[in-house]
């Protein structure tokens, strides 16, 4: 279906469609793991059954020539693998050049350029990873038509780089992995300090992940983030001192406790304690995937939630009312913040049966109580990459 549909449009942008291949790579989440990633933690993030996809094929000259369906109004977007410089004015294209550029600064052999069109039905700047979905999809894309030999975990790398280096963004690797790595079923359990992985089974049959989007701009995420760092990176310090550890997420609780008061500081205390009770739950929700309980995994989420709001103190008004109201609803297993917190999404696990009415309920109240409008995704955990065939 998509496949006949991005050949339609590459034919309708660059004339015919010729040995042009189609190619899909997902959205991704966070299912647990928050703000564990710069303390030597776990993360455990999955793919989504939304993405983005590409039609390309190579060209005979060294000219890259872009498209969006999603920015169609930008037209074409025209570089050259030459001459690959960010440029304001480029807009959405920055992001796959980057790729590119990544590409070439890591000695890939880029013989010759490509005509590409892109379409993606990730709602853009939720926390879903579309720019993450959209840079390892040109990976994947350049990895086929070059014959290039890149792995997985590579893949996430080039694409973080391309984020970072060439388009000066500060992303996670939580978004270019589940993208990069995601598998339908699967979650992915990841150390976020040595890139090891392991999946583990999550069996939904009968649930679906409900994404709730505050519509709230984050605004005060990005200075609270760094303030967060730092007090963690504070309480650390102390703890060195008479633990012989190299990130808060080597802590067990237990040690953690005994040790607690040498941090000496009440709110850097608060701080380090999501760090390690965050990282043990992903580790517990690891156990209790591979014991197909739902019920558990739903029940750390919510501590997750509870420890993000309190200890954390990174959720603000819109999303506590969207956690504490989802959590109320019938067939709710868990729900929490997402991402960076202080705006952006909120995500549940919701029963099947129970999404239509869950999404009412939640919808009402939290246009009541915060004056504007909620949106709401209904996902599943999707497919890693792939060629459409
Ligand atoms: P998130 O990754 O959380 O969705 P970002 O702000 O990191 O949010 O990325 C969103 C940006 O990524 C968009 O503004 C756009 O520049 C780019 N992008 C994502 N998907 C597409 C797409 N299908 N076509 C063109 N650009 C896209
Ligand atoms: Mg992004």
Redesign the pocket.
């Known amino acids: 279906m998509m496949k006949e549909e991005m050949l339609r449009l590459f034919e309708q942008v660059f004339g015919d469609q010729k040995g042009v291949n189609v190619y899909f790579t997902p959205g991704g989440v966070n299912l647990l793991g928050e703000h564990t990633d710069y303390n030597g933690g776990h993360i455990v993030p999955c793919s989504l059954n939304i993405g983005?996809y590409a039609a390309a094929r190579k060209r005979t000259d060294s000219r890259v020539r872009f498209y969006?369906?999603?920015?169609d109004s930008l037209g074409m977007v025209e570089s050259d693998i030459n001459h690959l410089v960010y440029k304001e004015e480029d807009?959405?294209s920055n992001?796959p050049k980057g790729v590119f550029w990544a590409l070439k600064n890591r000695g890939y052999e880029i013989p010759c350029g490509m005509d590409i069109v892109?379409?993606?039905t990730?709602?853009?700047?939720?926390?879903?990873?579309?720019?993450?979905?959209?840079e390892v999809l040109t990976v994947f894309v350049c990895k086929d038509l070059y014959q290039l030999d890149i792995d997985e975990v590579q893949t996430a790398l080039i694409a973080q780089c391309a984020e970072n280096e060439f388009n000066g963004?500060q992303?996670k690797i939580m978004?270019p992995f589940a993208v990069a790595m995601g598998k339908k079923n699967y979650a992915i359990f990841l150390d976020t300090k040595t890139l090891d992985y392991e999946y583990a089974p999550i069996n939904l049959d009968g649930y679906k992940i409900v994404i709730m989007n505050s519509n709230k701009r984050r605004g005060l995420g990005d200075s609270k983030y760094n303030e967060r760092k730092e007090e963690c990176a504070e309480a650390l310090s102390k703890l060195k001192k008479v633990l012989p550890i190299e990130n808060l997420g080597d802590l067990t609780e237990e040690l953690f406790e005994k040790y607690q008061n040498h941090i000496g500081d009440r709110i850097l205390l608060k701080r380090a304690r999501h760090a390690v009770s965050e990282n043990r739950r992903t580790i517990k929700a690891m156990e209790a995937l591979k014991n197909n309980d739902l019920q558990l995994f739903g029940q750390l989420i919510n501590q997750s939630g509870d420890s993000l709001k309190e200890d954390y103190e990174m959720t603000g008004k819109e999303l506590d009312v969207l956690v504490e109201t989802a959590r109320k609803q019938k067939g709710v297993l868990g729900a929490r913040m997402t991402g960076r917190g202080f705006g952006g999404c909120a995500i549940s696990i919701v029963q099947e049966d129970c999404v239509p009415e869950f999404i009412e309920k939640v919808g009402k109240e939290y246009r009541e109580k915060i004056g504007y409008r909620a949106d709401f995704y209904v996902l599943d955990i999707g497919n890693g990459p792939e060629i459409l065939k």
């Not at 700047?125 to 959209?134: E, F, H, I, P, V």
């Open positions: 983005t969006s369906q999603n920015f807009n959405w992001y892109y379409y993606g990730i709602p853009n700047t939720s926390g879903l990873s579309s720019s993450a979905s959209m963004i992303d978004d």
